[in-house]
């Protein structure tokens, strides 16, 4: 059983682990670290989802990284870039050299004594059971499970002869040319897929229970082509992305101080690229407000002109039981269909699935409360990196990792070796992740849970987090900062028993 210690171990080598070692490199270059990685690839997500049309629902000067800029043409990029995006920085930053491929974490367990994480890992490729040692434990495998995506059971699917596929596991041979599809689902999986699908399929169907708010952005950003033909890429990339930073802080807050408008803007703008005397309110307009669940991006309109080309069409209605020739619906019509696309959601899985222990105390998720949004209450010396619900992933992916490297900056200065939050004493706690969606509501109980304000609140905001994270105080409140606190020996013969921990470091006092 192989085991070895490093600095910081980070688990995950998509976007975010990617970019939190690149991060530790060039703030914290001292520091020994090694990337676990589960599967065969660099790029998470953007490598396992092959499906057609795969691309961002961000615009990729955000969603891209702060320290390499997005030179692609096209802002809302499709998943083969990002993917060469992802690996182009890993090399660029000899990042693949601590990569371990294969290395799936099942458990980690926190000794206070030695101040160090035992990370148990179990090699899929060899069956080989791996022990490392870290001083601190980071966690980029956001909170999806990569094995299967979420699927409802859905009356009469045995009796189905066609093809039923999931997106998350699109089979590589699957020729939909010619075929009749329908969609499942209306989400930014489905809203990507239908017209991707449309080009070749004899017609595709996207069959949702209930509408969700679709808005049209152009694939191409317009200031940052202008720019590019002046300034250098590292000159032009920030411009852009705190453009694009602040329309999204504008959009999210009439969103929510102001939802009648934002409704009447995004109906407004579907009903001028649908037909004339389409049921826009049936199709296009949901019961909810925007930004209780994202919005779904579609790049140049794709969908709408889908849609009004003729190619595809959007059906609301509820399965009665699926058919030998499709699925029959509530309403009693009928959709045939040679290939059904369940694009019906993810299932989440905190931490990749790992358990976590503290002194040999089982941590439940659910008792946890998240501090800044990326640390566990009571569990010292970790971070996760969780994105904004309301923007691009990676932009809180990178304040996250230079809040590490902040913190182990700190630790060094003073001397310290421990990091713990310290849950709030009162006060009403939330999922952390405060989207409607059913995929959260599904595992809701599961999840950690946010405190009624800062630094226990996510703000999603991120000006506002940029201040916090990158500039603001390390010591407050809401955690402790500590030596390690060794097992004491047993006093010699007339020993006072309080004398044993008369020397024990005491608790860094905070601000």
Same mark, same amino acid.
């Given at each position: 059983?192989?085991?070895?210690?490093?600095?910081?171990?980070?688990?995950?080598?998509?976007?975010?682990?990617?970019?939190?070692?690149?991060?530790?490199?060039?703030?914290?270059?001292?520091?020994?670290?090694?990337?676990?990685?589960?599967?065969?690839?660099?790029?998470?997500?953007?490598?396992?989802?092959?499906?057609?049309?795969?691309?961002?629902?961000?615009?990729?000067?955000?969603?891209?990284?702060?320290?390499?800029?997005?030179?692609?043409?096209?802002?809302?990029?499709?998943?083969?870039?990002?993917?060469?995006?992802?690996?182009?920085?890993?090399?660029?930053?000899?990042?693949?050299?601590?990569?371990?491929?294969?290395?799936?974490?099942?458990?980690?367990?926190?000794?206070?004594?030695?101040?160090?994480?035992?990370?148990?890992?179990?090699?899929?490729?060899?069956?080989?059971?791996?022990?490392?040692?870290?001083?601190?434990?980071?966690?980029?495998?956001?909170?999806?499970?990569?094995?299967?995506?979420?699927?409802?059971?859905?009356?009469?699917?045995?009796?189905?002869?066609?093809?039923?596929?999931?997106?998350?596991?699109?089979?590589?041979?699957?020729?939909?040319?010619?075929?009749?599809?329908?969609?499942?689902?209306?989400?930014?999986?489905?809203?990507?897929?239908?017209?991707?699908?449309?080009?070749?399929?004899?017609?595709?169907?996207?069959?949702?229970?209930?509408?969700?708010?679709?808005?049209?952005?152009?694939?191409?950003?317009?200031?940052?082509?202008?720019?590019?033909?002046?300034?250098?890429?590292?000159?032009?990339?920030?411009?852009?992305?705190?453009?694009?930073?602040?329309?999204?802080?504008?959009?999210?807050?009439?969103?929510?101080?102001?939802?009648?408008?934002?409704?009447?803007?995004?109906?407004?703008?579907?009903?001028?690229?649908?037909?004339?005397?389409?049921?826009?309110?049936?199709?296009?307009?949901?019961?909810?407000?925007?930004?209780?669940?994202?919005?779904?991006?579609?790049?140049?309109?794709?969908?709408?002109?889908?849609?009004?080309?003729?190619?595809?069409?959007?059906?609301?209605?509820?399965?009665?039981?699926?058919? &030998?020739?499709? $699925?029959? @619906?509530?309403? %009693?019509?009928? *959709?045939? +269909?040679?290939?059904?696309?369940?694009?019906? /959601?993810?299932?989440?899985?905190?931490?990749?699935?790992?358990?976590?222990?503290?002194?040999?105390?089982?941590?439940?998720?659910?008792?946890?409360?998240?501090?800044?949004?990326?640390?566990?209450?009571?569990?010292?010396?970790?971070?996760?990196?969780?994105?904004?619900?309301?923007?691009?992933?990676?932009?809180?992916?990178?304040?996250?990792?230079?809040?590490?490297?902040?913190?182990?900056?700190?630790?060094?200065?003073?001397?310290?070796?421990?990091?713990?939050?310290?849950?709030?004493?009162?006060?009403?706690? &939330?999922?952390? $992740?405060? @989207?409607?969606? %059913?995929?959260? *509501?599904? +595992?809701?109980?599961?999840?950690?849970?946010? /405190?009624?304000?800062?630094?226990?609140?996510?703000?999603?905001?991120?000006?506002?987090?940029?201040?916090?994270?990158?500039?603001?105080?390390?010591?407050?409140?809401?955690?402790?900062?500590?030596?390690?606190?060794?097992?004491?020996?047993?006093?010699?013969?007339?020993?006072?028993?309080?004398?044993?921990?008369?020397?024990?470091?005491?608790?860094?006092?905070?601000?």
């Amino acid at each position: 059983m192989a085991s070895d210690h490093v600095d910081v171990l980070i688990v995950g080598a998509g976007l975010s682990g990617i970019g939190a070692a690149v991060h530790l490199r060039r703030n914290c270059p001292q520091k020994s670290y090694a990337v676990l990685e589960a599967r065969g690839a660099i790029g998470g997500t953007w490598d396992l989802f092959r499906y057609p049309g795969i691309r961002s629902d961000s615009d990729m000067y955000t969603l891209g990284y702060s320290f390499k800029p997005w030179t692609n043409p096209k802002a809302i990029a499709d998943g083969d870039a990002i993917r060469e995006y992802v690996r182009d920085t890993a090399r660029e930053h000899d990042v693949e050299r601590h990569i371990r491929f294969h290395h799936r974490v099942l458990r980690a367990e926190w000794d206070s004594a030695t101040a160090r994480w035992t990370v148990h890992a179990h090699r899929d490729d060899t069956g080989e059971e791996v022990v490392l040692t870290c001083a601190f434990l980071f966690t980029c495998s956001g909170y999806y499970r990569y094995d299967e995506g979420y699927t409802p059971d859905f009356p009469g699917v045995d009796r189905y002869a066609g093809q039923l596929v999931h997106p998350q596991h699109w089979p590589a041979d699957l020729d939909h040319s010619g075929k009749r599809v329908v969609v499942i689902g209306s989400g930014a999986t489905a809203v990507t897929l239908v017209p991707a699908l449309a080009e070749r399929a004899a017609h595709v169907t996207m069959l949702q229970r209930s509408p969700t708010y679709v808005i049209s952005l152009p694939s191409r950003d317009v200031l940052a082509d202008a720019l590019r033909r002046w300034l250098p890429a590292k000159a032009a990339y920030p411009v852009v992305r705190w453009k694009n930073v602040l329309l999204g802080v504008a959009n999210f807050q009439l969103s929510r101080r102001a939802p009648g408008v934002m409704k009447g803007l995004l109906r407004r703008a579907a009903k001028g690229r649908l037909p004339v005397g389409y049921d826009i309110d049936r199709h296009f307009s949901p019961r909810y407000n925007p930004w209780d669940q994202r919005l779904c991006v579609v790049p140049d309109g794709n969908l709408f002109d889908s849609v009004k080309a003729g190619r595809s069409s959007v059906v609301t209605d509820t399965i009665d039981t699926f058919t &030998e020739r499709g $699925i029959r @619906l509530t309403s %009693g019509e009928e *959709l045939p +269909a040679d290939i059904v696309v369940t694009a019906t /959601g993810l299932n989440l899985l905190a931490l990749g699935g790992m358990t976590v222990a503290v002194d040999g105390a089982e941590v439940d998720l659910a008792d946890t409360v998240a501090y800044k949004g990326m640390m566990l209450s009571g569990v010292p010396n970790f971070a996760m990196t969780i994105g904004y619900t309301n923007a691009s992933w990676t932009l809180k992916a990178d304040l996250v990792a230079t809040y590490v490297c902040r913190l182990l900056r700190h630790l060094d200065a003073t001397g310290q070796q421990i990091v713990t939050p310290v849950a709030p004493a009162t006060g009403e706690l &939330e999922p952390i $992740i405060d @989207l409607k969606a %059913g995929y959260v *509501l599904r +595992a809701v109980d599961q999840l950690p849970k946010q /405190g009624p304000a800062a630094p226990w609140r996510l703000h999603q905001n991120y000006p506002l987090d940029v201040l916090l994270m990158r500039h603001g105080r390390l010591t407050d409140s809401g955690v402790r900062f500590s030596r390690a606190a060794p097992a004491p020996a047993e006093p010699a013969v007339g020993q006072p028993l309080a004398a044993r921990d008369a020397d024990a470091p005491a608790d860094t006092p905070v601000a």
